[in-house]
């Protein structure tokens, strides 16, 4: 049987990246002891007032068709929020969608093809190389470089720029690398963008988890408005992920083009999770905060232990809920040095290559979980640190 090439352009793009998290799963079965620091699910359950208010809703009948752009008790609630960052902002400018993930991947459809480009950020968080991918676009890398505490820089974006790009894609604060760009940077990134007419997919989704930065948004800033498409969700700044709530932001017109694509995609999510959201959105709720103080003291933790381990150099993040670590100095490569750590020490991290080139010689570790992992993860880690750290006159 035949099939569409996007089956081709996506597949195997997922699978090696997991493979130590899938075999980390795999031991964890057979009955090892694994502290796994791979994936960042929050380690927080949502505030009990949302669970209350999604099950009330629910009973009270919310649960019949929606429409593509989203329920309009949410829908207002997006617009107070992004009202309080640009005081434009109308119920025009909002789209629905469940999470994050399916907004970037509408929003692209909506932007680029086949012939077209994307550039990126280098580090990537894993899914968007799949998202341009799907499109038949072609990505473009921008090097994040680790001198620059990973923040991307105009000179960069601008040396990557092809007459076939159409988009940034942005995505402050960062995953894999937590950092955050400054107003001043975003505005020079802007100004690049604006000089090759590019569309700016800002992907906002750890907004509330900054802790170490102040966090700017291309959003925020008059001059990129009108080029600038905002998704982001509350998987993490209320600890919900499998609700699979979230939103793209962006200029009218847009959201009216891209309006079709989400009704044939979805017809609408659930009424009874749009106004669990709008609740989400509507009051002061102390998730972000907690997490903001934990994954704070945690990368410091991280970071103070790991320092002390010969070949290893912790970058703190600015946000979010990962410390990435260099070990080129141990003479390994990332993911060397994550498959060593998984068969020898049972501590399971990202290899940084799952996230791109850049990352080759990175380890990413998750912040969500208890002190006492990380005490441990931080011995077992330097363990292998001191085993494989070559005496630098033996190293070439
Ligand atoms: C940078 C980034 N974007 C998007 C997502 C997915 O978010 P959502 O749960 O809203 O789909 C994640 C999840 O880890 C992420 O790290």
């Given at each position: 049987?035949?099939?569409?090439?996007?089956?081709?352009?996506?597949?195997?793009?997922?699978?090696?990246?997991?493979?130590?998290?899938?075999?980390a799963?795999?031991?964890?079965?057979?009955?090892?002891?694994?502290?796994?620091?791979?994936?960042?699910?929050?380690?927080v359950?949502?505030?009990?007032?949302?669970?209350?208010?999604?099950?009330?809703?629910?009973?009270?009948?919310?649960?019949?068709?929606?429409?593509?752009?989203?329920?309009?008790?949410?829908?207002?609630?997006?617009?107070?929020?992004?009202?309080?960052?640009r005081?434009?902002?109308?119920?025009?400018?909002?789209?629905?969608?469940?999470?994050?993930?399916?907004a970037?991947?509408?929003?692209?459809?909506?932007?680029?093809?086949?012939?077209d480009?994307?550039?990126?950020?280098?580090?990537?968080?894993?899914t968007?190389?799949?998202?341009?991918?799907?499109?038949?676009?072609?990505?473009?890398?921008?090097p994040?470089?680790?001198?620059?505490?990973?923040?991307?820089?105009?000179?960069?974006?601008?040396?990557?720029?092809?007459?076939?790009?159409?988009v940034?894609?942005?995505?402050?604060?960062?995953?894999?690398?937590?950092?955050?760009?400054?107003?001043?940077?975003?505005?020079?990134?802007?100004?690049?963008?604006?000089?090759?007419?590019?569309?700016?997919?800002?992907?906002?989704?750890?907004e509330?988890?900054?802790?170490?930065?102040?966090?700017?948004?291309p959003?925020?800033?008059?001059d990129?408005?009108?080029?600038?498409?905002v998704?982001?969700?509350?998987?993490?700044?209320?600890?919900?992920?499998?609700?699979r709530?979230?939103?793209?932001?962006?200029?009218?017109?847009?959201?009216?083009?891209l309006?079709?694509?989400?009704?044939?995609?979805?017809f609408?999510?659930?009424?009874?999770?749009?106004?669990?959201?709008?609740?989400?959105?509507?009051?002061?709720?102390?998730?972000?905060?907690?997490?903001?103080?934990?994954?704070?003291?945690?990368?410091?933790?991280?970071?103070?232990?790991?320092?002390?381990?010969?070949?290893?150099?912790?970058?703190?993040?600015?946000?979010?809920?990962?410390?990435?670590?260099?070990?080129?100095?141990t003479?390994?490569?990332?993911?060397?040095?994550?498959?060593?750590?998984?068969?020898?020490?049972?501590?399971?991290?990202?290899?940084g290559?799952?996230?791109?080139?850049?990352?080759e010689?990175?380890?990413?570790?998750?912040?969500?979980?208890?002190?006492?992992h990380?005490?441990?993860?931080?011995?077992?880690?330097?363990?292998?640190?001191?085993?494989?750290?070559?005496?630098?006159?033996?190293?070439?």
């Open positions: 049987m035949r099939y569409a090439s996007i089956t081709d352009r996506l597949a195997n793009l997922g699978s090696e990246k997991w493979a130590i998290h899938a075999e799963r795999r031991m964890k079965a057979e009955g090892q002891t694994i502290i796994e620091l791979t994936i960042g699910e929050p380690d359950p949502p505030d009990p007032t949302l669970l209350a208010e999604a099950v009330r809703t629910m009973h009270a009948g919310r649960y019949r068709y929606s429409n593509g752009r989203g329920e309009p008790s949410v829908v207002d609630a997006l617009v107070r929020k992004y009202q309080k960052r005081n434009d902002v109308t119920a025009a400018n909002v789209l629905c969608f469940p999470g994050t993930q399916t970037l991947f509408a929003v692209m459809l909506g932007l680029v093809e086949t012939g480009a994307v550039l990126v950020g280098d580090p990537l968080y894993a968007y190389e799949g998202v341009i991918r799907s499109t038949g676009a072609e990505r473009i890398a921008v994040l470089r680790p001198e620059n505490g990973f923040h991307m820089k105009a000179a960069d974006l601008e040396a990557a720029i092809t007459p076939a790009c159409r940034l894609l942005l995505n402050t604060p960062h995953n894999p690398t937590g950092a955050v760009l400054s107003a001043a940077e975003i505005a020079e990134i802007g100004a690049v963008c604006r000089k090759h007419d590019l569309w700016i997919v800002c992907d906002e989704v750890y509330q988890l900054v802790f170490g930065a102040t966090f700017a948004s959003f925020d800033n008059p990129l408005a009108e080029r600038t498409i998704v982001s969700s509350i998987s993490k700044s209320h600890a919900a992920p499998g609700f709530s979230g939103w793209a932001i962006g200029p009218a017109d847009f959201c009216t083009r309006l079709s694509v989400s009704e044939t995609m979805l609408g999510g659930q009424p009874f999770i749009a106004d669990m959201t709008a609740y989400a959105l509507d009051n002061p709720i102390a998730t972000a905060a907690t997490m903001r103080q934990s994954y704070k003291a945690r990368a410091a933790r991280f970071a103070e232990a790991l320092s002390l381990a010969p070949g290893l150099v912790p970058l703190p993040p600015e946000a979010g809920m990962f410390i990435v670590v260099d070990v080129s100095e003479g390994m490569s990332g993911e060397d040095f994550a498959w060593a750590l998984l068969r020898e020490e049972l501590v399971a991290v990202m290899p290559s799952s996230f791109g080139d850049e990352a010689g990175f380890i990413r570790l998750s912040l969500t979980v208890p002190d006492a990380i005490d441990e993860a931080c011995r077992r880690i330097t363990a292998l640190a001191t085993r494989s750290t070559m005496p630098k006159e033996r190293r070439a």
